[in-house]
Nanobody, 121 residues
Framework: QVQLVESGGGLVQPGGSLRFSCAAS????????MSWYRQAPGQERELVAT????????NYADSVKGRFTISRDNAKNTVYLQMNSLKPEDTAVYYC??????????????WGQGTQVTVSS
């Protein structure tokens, strides 16, 4: 079955760093571009970063550009998000998924549980 398992979240002080991992299974990972999304309290889910299937191109939301780096290891079916210079406004639950459209199970979009980052002093 399709699985997207995000990990690496936690509590960090402003200016700190975290590295998220998303372990994917149940589909041909190397055939898909992948994205990281986040959802802050009371906010809509927003696109944070995208990487093409081979890792040749990346795109970032303006709010994270220069601070976050998306990467992938197709041999490990894993996509990463390195987060540096974290700010309180980065506090959110972070999710990974296929791009440009989310992976579907029986026609229904599938989301993993996400991983929480809290940036606070």
């Amino acid at each position: 079955q399709v699985q997207l398992v995000e990990s690496g979240g936690g509590l960090v002080q402003p200016g700190g760093s975290l590295r998220f991992s998303c372990a994917a299974s149940g589909f041909t990972f190397s055939s898909y571009a992948m994205s990281w999304y986040r959802q802050a309290p009371g906010q809509e889910r927003e696109l944070v970063a995208t990487i093409t299937a081979t890792g040749g191109n990346t795109n970032y939301a303006d709010s994270v550009k220069g601070r976050f780096t998306i990467s992938r290891d197709n041999a490990k079916n894993t996509v990463y998000l390195q987060m540096n210079s974290l700010k309180p406004e980065d506090t959110a639950v972070y999710y990974c998924n296929t791009a440009p459209t989310t992976i579907r199970i029986n026609g229904r979009p599938y989301w993993g549980q996400g991983t929480q980052v809290t940036v606070s002093s």
